[in-house]
Every structure is written in structure tokens, then in C-alpha cells.
């Protein structure tokens, strides 16, 4: 439920409200705006009798937010989030946020490589796992610690901010100390004790859909987030478990909008997971991009032959540098731009 306060009404009247929510067992999150400060009631799973609010000196009116997760809705906040990152980056505005580079850190030489390439074409933030959710337990895991010291190495080299995957708690805080934005993978999507721990986080998340999560699932997954005080909450589509054998996964194109429709958080798409193969990528980054997807998440590797997982849907560098400038286009003929990567930026 969203109490809107009337333009110019005392803090002291605010502060009634804040104080009544309380007292009737839900917690109040006070939203000052432009125009008139609104206050979220949070903790109730059902209506919720506002007539003891209603009354309340300074209460214009009250609005049910009729959607199962609450703070994510855009009923809850009409206009769309702008995720500010470091060095001028955002995500959610009119910029659209190329995140670039292998499945995995898999030695300091191939991430520094991968990292050039990527920027060399235009990417604002590099991506790589160091931990890594494998099928298989045999299948290589990825480099733990040691990746992420050889990302921190990256950012340092190229100015690329990091978008890296925490697979749990633990590995949440490790993730923490390098990256910009804490990935949650498709496999850990209702992890929700990792999803509470990154409410906590204090820095972005790029929440990834389940292999086979409903829009509905994923910003439930993302309202835990925003539950625990993280509003930082990027979302984005990879695919979902589809009957057909020719992709890896069925990409949702249509989740783009409709998650701008119920949701003011912004959305990203992964054509990579999304397919599975690398010559399906770019159309599909490029149909991203015209429905309006924030930003792409797409993995290149400099020897996508060698790679150690996720070969197959890998861009070359030189595909990559193509999609780049298909992408830019594309952003351009709906009045977007694609970010430029951090010291390049006027
Ligand atoms: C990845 O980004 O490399 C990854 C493991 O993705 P997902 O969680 O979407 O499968
Ligand atoms: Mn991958």
C-alpha cells in the first residue's frame, strides 16, 4: 500500500503516518519525491485496511498496489529507475549498457585479452565468472578467488567496471570486494537467502531469470532484494527452457516489455544464454536493443575455440566489434545511445 502525502505537508505529519504503520505491525518506507513525498507500507501479505491512515492529517490519498511483489511494481513507483554506477554510468536511463566478455576468467592473460577486446569495440563493463554454476561437477568450476583478483587486475588495466556472479553467501562477499554489479545466475534466481544477502550488499545486482521462472517468479525474486533495503536491482532475460532442441534456451524477447510495463527496475538481455549459439547472438542483441532492452549482457572470448565453458555461443572479437556497431544503430534509431566505456566518455 502507498499512502501519498499532500505537496507541502509537515514532516511532522509524515512522521505520524510512519509512526501509525508501525503501530499497526508493518514497516513504513518513507519516499520523499519532487512533487510530494509518498510513504510504502511493507510487510503485509493481503490488503491491508487503510481507513485508520486515511483520515490521518497531510493523507491525500491511498493506493493498493494490486501486484503480488510490491516496491518493484510500477504502481508502486510510476517512474523508471536509474541505476547509477561508477564513473558516470548508469543503467535504466537513456543509455544502453554493453556488459562484455568471456563465460569465464580463465587465466590473467585471457581476461586481460578479453578485456582490451571488449573495450577496443565500446563495452562499458567487462564479464567473466570466477565462480561458475556447471552442470557438471567434473566441468571446469571456474577460478574462484584467484579470477577475481585477475578481474580487479582488468578493471585496473582498461577502467572497465566488473559484473561478476556470486553462487552464495560466502562467495557474495568475496564478489563484493571487486565487483560493480553482483550477478545472480539463472540457477540461483530463488536462492532466497542469497537473494536477502544481496539486499544488503549496497551495490547493484544484475538478477538473472530461472531456467524455467515465470516474469511474475523473477520480480518476486527481485522484490527480495528491494525488501531489504537494495533498490539496485538490474533484471534480465537469458532464455527459459524451451521444448526445442535448436537453441539452448528459448529467449524471451517479449519479457522486455513486459517488464517495463510492470516494473519501473530496468532489463537487460543475454542473446548469448538466451541461444546458445554464436551466430544467433547479434540478431538477437539487435532485437533487444529495438524493444527497448536496457542493456546486453553478451560473452566474447579472443579464442572462443579454446574456451573452457560456453565456447559455442562466445562472439569472436571481430564478430563482437560488428555487433557493436549494428547495436549502436539500432539504439539510435529509437533515441538511445549505447555507453561509451568509462575515459572515453566526454
Ligand atoms: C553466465 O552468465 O555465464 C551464466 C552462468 O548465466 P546463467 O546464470 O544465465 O545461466
Ligand atoms: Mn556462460
Known amino acids: 500500500m502507498l499512502i501519498v502525502m499532500r505537496h507541502g505537508t509537515p514532516q511532522e505529519d509524515i512522521d505520524r503516518v510512519v509512526a501509525i504503520i508501525a503501530e499497526m505491525g508493518y514497516v513504513a518506507r518513507p519516499m520523499p519525491g519532487r512533487q510530494r513525498t509518498t510513504v510504502g507500507l511493507v510487510g503485509n501479505d493481503g490488503r491491508v485496511d487503510g481507513s485508520r491512515l486515511e483520515a490521518l492529517p497531510g493523507v491525500q490519498e491511498i493506493i493498493h498496489v494490486t501486484k503480488p511483489y510490491k516496491q518493484v511494481s510500477r504502481e508502486w513507483k510510476p517512474e523508471s529507475t536509474i541505476i547509477r554506477l561508477p564513473g558516470g554510468l548508469s543503467v535504466g536511463g537513456d543509455e544502453v549498457l554493453v556488459m562484455a566478455g568471456p563465460c569465464s576468467v580463465e587465466s590473467e592473460r585471457q581476461i586481460l585479452d578479453a578485456a582490451r577486446t571488449v573495450r577496443e569495440a565500446g563495452a562499458a563493463v567487462l564479464r567473466a565468472g570466477a565462480f561458475k554454476p556447471r552442470s557438471s561437477p567434473y566441468s571446469f568450476q571456474g577460478l574462484g578467488r584467484a579470477g577475481l583478483r585477475m578481474l ?11 559484473v561478476t556472479e556470486a553462487m552464495d553467501a560466502e562467495g557474495l562477499d568475496q564478489v563484493l570486494e571487486v565487483a560493480d554489479i553482483v550477478q545472480i545466475g539463472a540457477r540461483n534466481m530463488q536462492n532466497y537467502s542469497l537473494l536477502k544477502h544481496a539486499g544488503r550488499a549496497g551495490k547493484p545486482v544484475l538478477l538473472k531469470r530461472g531456467l524455467s521462472a515465470t516474469i511474475q517468479e523473477l520480480l518476486l525474486s527481485a522484490e527480495y532484494i528491494l525488501a531489504e533495503g537494495n533498490p539496485q536491482v538490474i533484471l534480465c532475460e ?89 547495436t549502436r544503430l ?10 561509451e566505456p568509462v575515459g572515453v566518455r566526454a
Request: negative net charge; hydrophobic residues 45%.
Open 152 to 162: 580487479a587486475r582488468a578493471r585496473e588495466e582498461t577502467g572497465l567496471l566488473i
Open 238 to 326: 537469458r532464455g527459459v527452457r524451451g521444448f526445442d532442441t535448436v537453441t539452448r534456451n528459448l529467449f524471451d524477447l517479449s519479457a522486455i516489455p513486459v517488464v517495463h510495463g510492470l516494473s519501473h527496475l530496468p532489463i537487460v538481455a543475454d542473446p548469448s544464454h538466451g541461444t546458445g549459439h554464436r551466430d544467433m547472438v547479434t540478431p538477437m542483441a539487435r532485437a533487444a536493443v529495438a524493444a527497448g532492452a536496457d542493456g546486453l549482457l553478451v560473452e566474447v572470448h579472443p579464442t572462443p575455440d579454446r574456451a573452457l565453458s560456453d565456447g559455442a555461443q562466445s562472439l569472436y572479437p571481430e564478430q563482437f566489434e560488428r555487433m557493436m556497431r549494428e
Open 330 to 339: 539500432i539504439a539510435e534509431a529509437i533515441g538511445r545511445r549505447v555507453a
